[in-house]
């Protein structure tokens, strides 16, 4: 996955794992790292983790070198990668991911506004100098674009939003109030001491996207957070690091959708409706208001309740 931060490396792979805590101390072919990612992602050269049984399938196909994984999980693993035995392969990875981008957390960076913004810049206004504007844009007062925006042409900011680390494609509203591209929930607690995970990834979101107003978007972790084509996003939405929403969904206010999840094309998803993390929602599915996914779903289906089961089976659950 290519970052807007700046990677460090290539490392060599037994420099990496002596800043470790739980990997076995046995030294392994040398090797330079040139990156980190996730198992689905990575590439010749990088090193990944498995934190999740639900990554199996990702686990046998990786094209990763190195990857940090449990010892009753090394079967399962792509026979061209090279195993690490870790006994808590995240906080492991936490360490490695740090040490290629040790800037990615850091909003302490010195703002440069750029007078080539000038007919842009209303009261309040701040838009950092690196960011690449399209045609026929417009934002509203008090709103900041930080470092690593990219924006297309015809898109329209309100006011009071931040964004940053984001790829905004063309015909895009995003209204007022609404952060983009921060950093995630995703932390890992051991020994009274909560880890914080790098987040490398940026937001991309497609063309013809409607974000409300007051919405929160977090950048990916170590893959990127994305919105597909022609999606409109009601008022007070969450959606969480590392999600992927697909084409013409539609999302109503104060839904809330956790990390990693999967949303398909054509999904339409109800007033405070949750959807658990590492979950994937297949195509055409309708979720009712109120109701709360916790296992994946399969195409053309239309779920209810708490938990959100099929709309036949929620209304004998609920018939009087």
Sequence with gaps: MKSFFLNTGPHNINKLLKNTFFTEKKKIKDLKIQNVSNLADANKGDI?????????????????????????FLNFLNPETIPVISSNPLLDFIVIAKIFYPDADKDNYKFKQHSKFKNFVKQNTLIDSSTKIGKNFNIGINSTLKKNIVIGDNVKIGSNCVISNAIIGHNVSINDGSVIGKIGYGFKYINNNFNFIPHIGHVKIKNNVYIG????????????????????????????????????????????????????????IGGQAGISGHLTIGNNVSIG??????????????????PAVGFKEFLKRNKK
């Design 48 to 72: 990944t983790f498995l934190e999740s049984i639900k990554y199996l399938t990702a686990l046998k196909t990786t094209k990763a070198s190195i990857c940090i994984l449990e010892k009753k």
């Design 213 to 268: 107003s007051n919405c929160s978007i977090d950048r990916g972790s170590f893959s990127n957070t994305e919105i597909g084509e022609n999606t409109m996003i009601d008022n007070q939405v969450h959606i969480a690091h590392n999600v992927k929403i697909g084409s013409f969904c539609l999302i109503a206010g104060q839904v809330g959708i956790a990390g990693s999840s999967q949303i398909g094309n054509n999904c339409k």
């Design 289 to 306: 208001g109120h109701s709360g996914v916790l296992r994946n779903v399969n195409d053309n289906q239309i779920l209810m309740g708490f």
